[in-house]
């Protein structure tokens, strides 16, 4: 069935056609005589060139001046005028000009002739045109004939023919044949802008393979990002590591050549170049290269600009872009819009976006519809998109689908689809895995999952293979373990690290007068970080190392923070430093807030105190419950206390 448009629409289809037929044929039409038959017809100035140039071809062609006959055929042919260039290629062929004979081999070519068209290029090819070798290697290769094809490639390629070496490379590349390389840096060294990104290609593939080797390629569960996924721009799918060492040069030589092509107009190495410099933090220079692939319609360009304006604060020129890319069906440019919306709490509209980034084939769209149905509790559709996502292979909508079947009760659905994430490279899914097996009490298979994530770096994972490490009495893994997950903002981590590290101190000698105060040490520092993340167990040894010190006010600070965070030793310790400074009646309260969150030695002040004010029946109240909290100590002396208190009551 034919659709039919207007005419207007139709002209133009048909004068595009045409002009790409030219601009391919252009590629291959051998200059002949002076090289003023390629000319270009933009200014008045030329087009006036051009016509006395044709008119004086014209007046010695028909004087039978073979150089004018072949260059004004070809000036013709440049012009789409096929029937006016015939005459003219065919009386100049027949007296064996062979530029004639290649560019007539181009003129039946595009009149549907191929076959015609090839032996005229042979004719040339052997007459040493390198047009014309280029020209016929191709035809031999849409044929399937390999061999014919190489050969006369070849040809045109050794004659220094830019095109022909690119054929020629391409074909080899095709066939994985390592003469690729040479050809295509032939051809880009000639100024081949495709031949220039394919060889950078090749470069940096190499780079990175000599960087990296051939072949590389009791704790709450782990939940799904709360974030969509989307990544930051184009550096992180495009460059794939920075390389070292013998790599690095290959790696500055493929800058080069994206570089050469870029220059050149090649919108891809524009991306590519692009990417690199913002991978380096060249982020002014990448934002040109992106926004001028982006101007010539590469979409991940777009894209990539989108994310570079969004980090640099400006998101609503972000927006455009990623408009524009993801119109022309960027998936990850629909993704972000998606985000975009999300977070100004525009759902519908953010729906709408992910939908066209899956539409688009970007499995990112469903795990982030997911993730917005279950943002919004709506449970049942968000394991439907995780589902769909996890299926196609999405290792994090595996690990979230997982999630939401676990918190549903269903352990067994639940861990195939943790352990297929986990195996794709899914670092929380490999600690929800440690989780798992712990809560069935298989601690063995449970750490197997724990060291794999910490290996990857995942805090909490090292934080419990730590804890496995000092349960074992290996204090040596034990601490490297606790340092990363430390290092990694682990609160329990850095109080553990420096609960290991407190052990290793000698016992303080006594005090002496006028001595220099000491040094904060490795293990103060780490309890430090963890009180200052709120850990109240931190919290009370930092006051406890203060107080040690003499530091009376630093100590009353951290003791105060975790006894109002409902630190039951804090208050304690608080009311501890208050008697001491005389403030007996403030000891008393956090001595009772204590106490009543079940601290013995809190209940025990309490009944000293009492006792000492005549209060003996309250006094034998806070005896009774510090027996009953203990420790054995504590018990013992509040039983004494309590029976002296009666004994006073009874006498």
Known sequence: MVFMGDRATLLETGRFVQRHARNAA???????????????????????????????????????????????GALLLRRGDLDGAEPYLRGATAEGDRAAANNLGVLLHQRGYPDEAAGWWRVAAVAGSAPAAHALGRHHRERGDEPAAEYWLRQAAEQGHALGAYALADLLEHRSDVGAERWLRAAAEQGHRE?????????????????????????????????????????????????????????????????????????????????????????????????????????????????????????????????????????????????????????????????????????????????????????????????????????????????????????????????KAAEAGSVDAAFNLGILHAGRGDDRTALVWYERAAAAGHTEAALQVGIAALRDGDEQTAERHLRCAAGGGSAEAAFRLASVLDARRPEPGPAVLGAPREEKSECEEWYERAAQQGHRRAQVRVGMLAAGRGDLAEADRWYREAAEAGSRNGAFNLGLLLAREGSEREAALWWTRAARAGHGRA????????????????????????????????AERAARLSEALHQELTA
């Not at 002076?34 to 004086?56: F, G, L, P």
């Not at 319609?297 to 640099?312: N, S, T």
């Not at 009492?610 to 419950?625: F, N, P, S, V």
């Open 26 to 72: 252009d590629e291959i039409i051998e200059a002949a005589g002076a090289v003023d038959a390629a000319v270009d017809t933009t200014t008045e100035t030329d087009a006036e060139n051009e016509t006395e140039t044709e008119a004086r071809h014209r007046r010695a062609a028909e004087c039978g001046d073979l150089a004018s006959m072949s260059a004004l």
């Open 195 to 419: 031949a220039a990104y394919r060889l950078a290609l090749a470069l940096e593939r190499r780079a990175t393979e000599t960087t990296r080797g051939p072949h590389e390629t009791g704790t709450r569960l782990r939940p799904p990002g709360a974030g969509a996924v989307v990544p930051s721009g184009a550096a992180a799918a495009a460059v794939p590591g920075q390389p070292a060492g013998e790599g690095a040069g290959e790696a500055a030589e493929a800058e080069q050549w994206f570089r050469q092509a870029a220059a050149r107009g090649h919108r891809r190495a524009a991306l590519h170049l692009g990417a690199i410099l913002e991978h380096r933090g060249e982020l002014k220079e990448a934002g040109r290269w992106y926004l001028s692939s982006a101007k010539e319609g590469e979409a991940k360009a777009a894209c990539a600009l989108g994310f570079l304006l969004r980090d640099a604060g400006d998101e609503e020129s972000a927006a455009v872009w990623w408009l524009r890319a993801a119109q022309d069906g960027d998936g990850n440019a629909a993704n972000a819009l998606g985000a975009l919306h999300a977070a100004r709490g525009e759902q519908q509209t953010a729906e709408r976006w992910y939908r066209a980034a899956m539409d688009a084939g970007d499995v990112n769209g469903a795990y982030n519809l997911g993730l917005l149905c279950a943002a919004q509790d709506r449970i049942p559709q968000a394991e439907q998109w995780y589902r769909r996502a996890a299926y196609a292979g999405h290792r994090e909508a595996a690990n979230a689908l997982a999630v939401l079947l676990l918190q549903a009760g269903d352990a067994n659905g639940a861990e195939p689809w943790f352990s």
């Open 603 to 634: 209940a025990l002040r309490l009944a000293l105190l009492a006792a000492r004010r005549g209060e003996l029946t309250e006094g034998r109240r806070w005896c009774d419950r510090a027996v009953e909290l203990g420790p054995a100590e504590v």
